[in-house]
């Protein structure tokens, strides 16, 4: 795991001009990659790599970056956990290597079968930069998963690219411009999904492809080489055809391959364990493969509601694994928020990452590199929603659903004060709270709006229906990911909700966190169950065994059933939170407050204080719990804070 980072440019520069830039930029990204570094830069000073480095496999300077062969030069963050696999197939064609490391691995194969070829054989995950030099072509690829970050930017006579924002603020021509329009789907979402950013002219890499720039010109352009919607409809139309009992040995033998791949290291291993289904399916597998007991890390709070450290302490002594684990409170909390900006370089509010850093910062203080459990409510059909909101969409486009929502939306249209009057004897007669009924009219109506279940549901678990009255000028994004044709697709109501979690929640959301929280302390984490042949097997699964006998995950619970018994995880899912709602109104009250201050949001100008007065008011009163969505509040004026 390392940090990449570079830039070509058309202004001209001398030598010194460009080495100091180069490495202005890479040194934000230290924490990446804290072992060494390095940079190259071109003889015309037009182009500049450079490259942090965390030794995970081959400790030695052999596997130093940049890596430069014949025509290729490379810059690599990352694992090839397959990469043992590609050096025979190398040797066998006589090519002989200097190192053990995967980079030199993956440099050779871009020589010898060039890129498009390389990417169809790695598995692993990976963010990479290469130059070819007799092309003048530079080349950024990303992992097909997306559990590897990868920007870049194009200004006036300028391509920038980083693993992270904060290395392009040390280029002295990189414009860092909010791009307004993205400020919709950070409400909406809670984070910015790719290929979109904070900034204008700014761009995440999307997941499964690569883009190709012009030395010339700086013009570039994306290209996909692997495809989640294509796997997805690919499975849908060849489904598995075996008895549920196969499909959970096949899904076994497969996770098994993955975790061994995924043990190699020079370095000492561990993993995460919460006490989920997930990541004791890991823990489980890693235990069985290892002669010692494996090193496993749990963030604890003193609120059952949402402890789930208990169990995961239980897992570890069934399986015999070395266990450390860490309770937070409060005051833990206070201390992580002001680091949060500077991890995440731009607003991210999902508020998992305070455990998600505190346990990545628990783990580091033993092993360099964690396994985590991440995936398996996206691929498995984990999550409640699914089920909640597959319903209440056949009530939606049922003929009593469509009267509702036309009702719904001629009430939400009327003015606010009419009607609360009009409700207020209807909701006070019913016990229910009445003031701001406009506003959850509004929410209510917002959510309704569509009859198309991928629509439906991105609105459903959106955060801020209310952001046209939020952001005072908003300029909206189209969704990130096109689902246009999906409903015509072969995919199965459930089916397409796992999609599209898998491509924008999964990757925007969760991997994002796990990176930045896991990098913020050089730890390196691994997640095997997002290895590209567990999920292409996945997507074959039908509804009838994810939900057999109706459990969600069947597959894979039963998968962990062979090492641990039933009674230590049948419990309904808990999912890795904080108690926010309860922080919100006590120790972290008053910082709440400070930032979202009457004066504070109006001089700043982005937002309606209007909008923003009632859903405090009902989460400090009690009517309801509005956390997650003040939280993205919080984060976004947080980060506007401390980094314009």
Known sequence: MCGITGYITKNTQNSEQTQQTVLNMSRQLTHRGPDAFGTWISENNDIALAHQRLAIVDLSPAGKQPMEGPSFTLVFNGEIYNYREIKKELSALGISFKSQSDTEVLLLALEQWGLEPTLERLEGMFAFAAYHKNDKQLFLARDRMGEKPLYYSQQPGLFLFASELKAFKKHPSWQSNIDLRSLGLYFKHNNIPAPHTIYENTYKLKPGCYLSVDLASLRFSEHTYWSARDVFIQGANAPFQGTPDQAVVELESRLKQSIKDQMIADVPLGAFLSGGIDSSTVTAIMQSMSSSPIKTFSIGFNFDTFNE????????????????????????????????????????????????????????????????????????????????????????????????????????????????????????????????????????????????????????????????????????????????????????????????????????????????????????????????????????????????????????????????????????????????????????????????????????????????????????????????????????????????
């Open 309 to 644: 450290a208990k169990h995961a302490k239980a897992i570890a002594n069934h399986l015999g694994t070395s266990h450390t684990e860490l309770y937070v409170n409060e005051s833990d909390a206070r201390d992580v928020i002001p680091s949060l900006p500077e991890i995440y370089d731009e607003p991210f509010a999902d508020s998992s990452q305070i455990p998600t850093y505190l346990v990545c910062k628990l783990a580091k203080e033993h092993v360099t590199v964690a396994l985590s459990g991440d995936g398996g409510d996206e691929l498995f059909a984990g999550y409640s929603r699914y089920n909640q909101i597959v319903n209440a969409w056949h009530k939606r486009i049922s003929p009593s659903g469509k009267l509702n929502s036309a009702l719904f939306s001629f009430l939400a249209s009327l003015p606010p004060g009419l009607v609360d009057s009009l409700l207020s004897p209807i909701l006070s007669a019913r016990g229910n709270y009445t003031k701001y009924s406009s506003l959850r009219l509004q929410t209510k109506s917002w959510k309704m709006k569509n009859e198309k279940l991928p629509a439906f549901y991105m609105d459903m678990i959106g955060f801020w229906q209310t952001q046209s009255n939020l952001i005072k000028t908003p300029e909206k994004h189209s969704y990130a990911l096109d689902y246009s044709d999906l409903t015509a697709s072969p995919l199965s109501p459930l089916k397409q909700l796992q999609y599209l979690d898998t491509q924008m929640y999964l990757p925007d959301d969760i991997l994002c966190k796990v990176d930045r929280a896991g990098m913020a302390v050089s730890l390196e984490t691994r997640i095997p169950l997002l290895n590209h042949k567990v999920v292409e097997f996945a997507a074959t699964l039908p509804d009838a065994i994810n939900t057999r006998h109706g459990k969600t995950k069947w597959p894979l619970q039963q998968v962990l059933s062979n090492y641990v018994p039933n009674k230590l995880f049948e419990r309904p899912k808990q999912g890795f939170a904080i108690p926010m709602g309860e922080w919100l109104k006590g120790p972290l009250h008053s910082w709440m407050m400070d930032l979202l201050n009457e004066n504070t949001i109006k001089e700043q100008g982005l937002f309606n204080y209007k909008a923003i007065e009632p859903i405090v008011k009902m989460h400090l009163d009690g009517n309801g719990d509005y956390s997650l969505t003040l939280w993205s509040l919080l984060m976004f004026l947080s980060w506007q804070e401390k980094t314009l």
